[in-house]
């Protein structure tokens, strides 16, 4: 217990302080307090995990400790709250500001796309349009005639000036008019009803000096990811937008800096600071400038999330100018505003727009996947379930466009993650954590059509409602999908082991020990017979419960009989080519994998130990880590983590003549068990579980390797010495 003790301070202390901290021993000392008054908050659950194995135990240490991730991206319930219309002031109006370049062979069907959206605008309103002496023959041809039939004034430019040049000109004429000023790109597209809830801030409150709608490329703004931009249609943008109109337009968000694409600008601010500096020519950086000069001044900028406005990006400029004025004038802000850069990390570190994304990011999958939006209910603690998640979702993410995954176990108790694409075609991530599952409720209802998995609900505080809370997310037509990963939906023991970490057989309601019974967060005790009732309606109501091995399917064909399971194995993620064994030397027993205790710890340690006492016999090689509370002898090599492509490479360079994989548990399927088949090697397993069935069916291929007895686990010598013959590539030929 000490040790254990020892060893979890040590990782509490890694995870609270800089690593170029981690080597001064004055540092730990003062975290000590801390570490201690949270430890003895814990105590009983530490207890009752040392004790039961219970994991929803050890879940709520880690959340008491703060071991799990440092994400601070909580849901905001402001954003579903209801709201009273906007009320615009007497005679309100809007001005807008649009400079225009398009370049030869430049998308001229985008700018009168653009101009109609802008003609639809729902309050009183007049456009300054700058055109900036484009080379398309054609665009100064259409201008003239479009403000010719609106409420339009065109400046042309007779030589390029450049967006700052273009604006400033505009500015200084739409200053002429008392209405706020909204800039707008040639290629943003405005939507239905816009004005209002753009503007809205700027009439409710005199200190605000900007507002930017949310976009699929808006900088920080940007949906479903802040700094990523999203490819969008014209269509799709609409269908978000219907989404964005519901959302609270008081929950406005305080930012670094607005993004110029679509950018009301209050009359007040503009009083203070009339232009942009035109040290930005020929455009980037402008708008942060004239926000952080403005904020000085006391104004604040914000962005609504109950506005979707598409922006199709980087028209005025080629792809390389434009990285290069990125750099450059990124230079000059860096210059000015020392701080700015902390501050737009300390922004997407908390994201306060996280809630939005993601529910615009949910509506964006619903007009844009290829089909039901998959949503996977997954915990947090990693392992074999979390590799299958990931395969999972890239193959989710090519064939349908996002996923979403609800975990439990982290330090709320949900964390939703939308996984979508983004315009350059890798993967992205929206985080957002709530303690209700009405939220998820809520942030989901727009998706019509779903594809449900369970994989794995280890560490949630609550387990036993959440088929019941999964179920409810139903609607015709959506599939629903059980994963067998472990055996958490027939026994809250999602191994089922006993005391000892000993396997007795599928747990009997009627004589279930402890270990086989959880308690609800207000100490109500939940008895097997009771777990198996609720998680009994998912695996019933389930399409498929995907079993990975026949052992598992067995246990779970027992507990379930209705239940429909089907027989998958997985694949091995990655080939792993055969070894040459070694002709002689002395036998090197290899461990493969991460052992808790479940999968074999305690036979680690006395292995070792056994080998030490050897002194020149069998030497130990452990390729994975070890639980805390164990240790290995100086004598035996602990490599750590591995790559499963590198496993040939290790197997020689340690000189590994057998395979042991010690886990005590059934498991579901043994990833680790066909990797050591793969070698060639001899391989011992327990005979019980995936494990057994793998090495089973390799026996019967001639595959050298052996079976052995639960009771081998107590006896280190029986298993050296049945390592040792089947290391010697002789006796078994």
């Known amino acids: 217990m000490y040790h254990r003790a020892r060893r979890l301070f040590a990782l509490y202390a890694a995870w609270h302080l800089p690593a170029d901290r981690l080597a001064r021993r004055h540092d730990r000392l003062r975290l000590l307090p801390g570490f201690l008054w949270r430890a003895t908050r814990c105590l009983p659950q530490a207890l009752r995990w040392v004790r039961h194995r219970d994991p929803v135990a050890r879940a709520r240490v880690k959340q008491v400790l703060g071991l799990h991730g440092r994400d601070t991206r909580f849901f905001d319930p402001r954003l579903f709250e209801p709201q009273l219309p906007a009320r615009p002031p007497r005679g309100g109006g809007v001005t807008l500001v649009m400079p225009v370049y398009t370049p030869p062979g430049g998308n001229a069907a985008l700018l009168q796309q653009a101009l109609a959206r802008v003609a639809q605008t729902d309050l009183t309103w007049r456009i300054v349009l700058v055109e900036d002496a484009s080379p398309h023959a054609d665009t100064r041809t259409f201008l003239r005639d479009w403000a010719a039939r609106h409420p339009a004034h065109l400046i042309e430019n007779t030589a390029n000036l450049g967006f700052v040049g273009s ?8 200053r002429t008019w008392d209405d706020p000023v909204v800039l707008l790109n040639s290629d943003a597209l405005l939507p239905p009803d816009w004005a209002p809830r753009l503007l809205r801030p700027l009439w409710e409150d005199a200190s605000v000096g900007s507002v930017t709608p949310l976009s699929n490329d808006a900088e920080l703004a940007s949906v479903p990811e802040a700094g990523a931009a999203s490819p969008i249609t014209p269509e799709a943008a609409l269908a978000i937008d219907r989404i964005a109109a519901g959302l609270n337009a008081r929950a406005w968000v305080p930012t670094p800096a607005g993004v110029g694409f679509c950018m009301a600008l209050s009359r007040q601010a503009l009083e203070v600071v009339p232009r942009f500096d035109e040290v930005f020519a020929p455009g980037y950086g402008e708008e942060v400038d004239w926000c952080q000069r403005t904020r000085a001044a006391g104004f604040s900028h914000v962005y609504t999330p109950a506005l979707y ?28 505003y020392p701080g700015f850069d902390a501050e737009v990390q300390g922004f997407v570190k908390r994201d306060p727009l996280a809630s939005a994304r993601l529910a615009l990011g949910l509506a964006r999958a619903e007009v844009m996947r290829a089909g039901p939006l998959p949503v996977t209910l997954a915990h947090s603690m990693g392992g074999g379930a979390e590799i299958d998640l990931q395969r999972r979702l890239a193959r989710d993410l090519q064939q349908v466009g996002a996923a979403l995954v609800i975990r439990v176990g982290g330090p709320c108790r949900f964390l939703l993650e939308l996984h979508g694409v983004r315009a350059d075609g890798s993967a992205g991530v929206t985080a957002v954590q709530t303690a209700d599952w009405a939220d998820v409720v809520c942030l989901l209802a727009p998706v019509t059509r779903r594809a449900l998995v369970y994989s794995c609900a280890v560490g949630d505080p609550d387990p036993v409602t959440l088929p019941g809370f999964f179920l409810a997310l139903r609607r015709a037509g959506d599939s629903l999908t059980v994963l067998m990963h472990d055996y958490f939906p ?10 000892g970490e000993r396997w007795q057989g599928l747990p009997d309601p009627a004589r279930a020990s402890v270990r086989h019974t959880t308690h609800r967060p207000d100490g109500a005790c939940v008895t097997l017979a009771d777990w198996r009732a609720h998680w009994g309606r998912l695996l019933r109501a389930a399409d498929e419960v995907t079993c990975f091995s026949a052992a598992a399917q067995a246990l779970v064909t027992q507990t379930y009989p209705q239940a429909h399971c089907a027989l998958r194995p ?14 002689s030397g002395r036998p090197v027993l290899g461990l493969l994998g991460n052992l808790a205790p479940h999968k074999g710890a305690r036979v680690a340690a006395v292995l070792g130990r056994a080998c030490a006492r050897s002194g020149a016999g069998a030497g130990l090689v452990l390729l994975g880590d070890l639980d805390p509370a164990y240790r290995l002898p100086a004598t035996a090599r602990h490599h750590g983590r591995y790559a499963v492509d590198d496993l040939a490479a290790l197997t020689a360079r340690y000189g590994i003549t057998c395979w042991l994989i010690p886990s005590l548990w059934p498991e579901t399927f043994s990833f680790t068990t066909h990797e050591a088949l793969a070698t060639g090697l001899p391989v011992m397993t327990f005979d019980l579980g995936g494990q057994a069935e793998a090495l089973r069916a390799a026996l019967a291929q001639g595959a050298p390797g052996a079976l052995l007895p639960l009771d081998w686990a107590d006896d280190p010598a029986a298993l050296l010495s049945l390592a040792a013959r089947l290391s010697d590539a002789r006796q078994v030929a």
């Open 490 to 499: 027939l026994s809250p023991n999602h191994i089922l082991l006993e005391e």
């Open 167 to 174: 604006v400033n000109r505009g500015l200084d004429l739409a």
């Open 309 to 336: 406005v598409a922006h199709v990006g980087g028209q005025s400029f080629g792809s390389t100018r434009k990285q290069a004025l990125i750099q450059r004038n990124s230079e000059v802000i860096s210059r000015r």
């Open 570 to 583: 997985h694949a091995l993620p990655v080939p792993v080519p055969a070894v040459s064994r070694p002709s």
